[in-house]
């Protein structure tokens, strides 16, 4: 008999969650930032519950149940939720100019950087892998570019994260897809240089990799690398 209830708890958010899906950690570092408490449901992706295609039908984390019962999908849409739900909490700007960069910069790096990461890491061809690899570092140094544009704007104030001293949205939306490099450097062989091209991002990622923000929802590194194995294992030689 297929369910016809699924778990989730009364008057409160309900995210439902994987810890390493790179996605759901957008939503759980949203709601940690913003301070607003939730429940986790998390949903064992190997082997996912009768129930959840209730909450989602396209069977993917994150999902939210908001304390009214209106379910929301997709990790932005989530994000974006969060954000608006509880302006106090200052994740989004309130200047339009400011929101379109902050727009922009999150567009930047997921057309320019999340892609490739997967695509260097799962192309079964080695020189797929190799040009996905030169495509991804390009894109890095657009983020780079990016992030030094932003920190010479005043809203920037010279970093190290996009709103100077705040750990914020740009993060709470990017940062779990710079965790996944630690499976390139360990799969592929692949590292952002330390020159001057890449500066502006190497500054960021070692700002936010000892912020909790990051570190407490960043899956372990080798956890990481365990479970990013049978993607990286198709390599033809
Ligand atoms: N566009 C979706 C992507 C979410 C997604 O792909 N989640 C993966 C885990 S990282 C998932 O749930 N996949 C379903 C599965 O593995 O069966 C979002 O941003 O929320």
């Keep these: ?31 940690n930032i913003a301070k607003v408490p939730y429940v986790i449901e998390e949903i064992d992706l190997k ?7 209730l909450v989602n039908p396209q069977l993917k984390v994150p999902a939210l149940r908001t304390p009214d019962g209106t379910i929301l999908i997709e990790s932005l849409v989530i994000s974006e939720f969060v954000a608006d739900q509880f302006p106090e909490a200052g994740l989004l700007p309130t200047d339009a100019t400011e929101r379109a960069q902050l727009r922009l910069f999150i567009e930047l790096f997921g057309t320019r950087v999340t892609p490739f990461i997967y695509k260097t ?13 030169e495509t991804l570092l390009e894109g ?26 705040k750990f914020g949205y740009a993060e709470i939306i990017t940062t779990s897809f710079v965790g ?12 952002v240089p330390e020159t001057e091209e890449y500066a502006a991002f190497n500054k960021w990622k070692a ?8 570190t407490d929802v960043k899956p372990e590194d080798d956890v990481l690398i365990e479970a990013y194995k049978k993607y990286a294992a198709e390599t033809k030689h």
């Design 1 to 31: 008999m297929s369910a016809t209830t699924y778990p989730f708890k009364e008057n409160a958010y309900t995210l439902y969650s994987y810890p390493l899906c790179p996605f759901a950690q957008r939503a759980v570092r949203a709601f």
């Design 47 to 53: 082997n996912k519950p009768d129930w959840y295609h």
């Design 121 to 133: 890491l799962t192309s079964a061809e080695v020189e797929d892998q190799k040009k996905a690899a």
């Design 140 to 165: 890095i140094k657009a983020v780079s570019d990016e992030l030094e544009k932003q920190w010479a704007r005043s809203s920037g104030k010279g970093g190290p994260y996009w709103y100077g001293e």
């Design 180 to 191: 996944l490099l630690v499976t390139l450097r360990h799969f592929r062989g692949v590292e």
């Design 207 to 214: 700002a936010f990799s000892q912020h909790p923000g990051f």
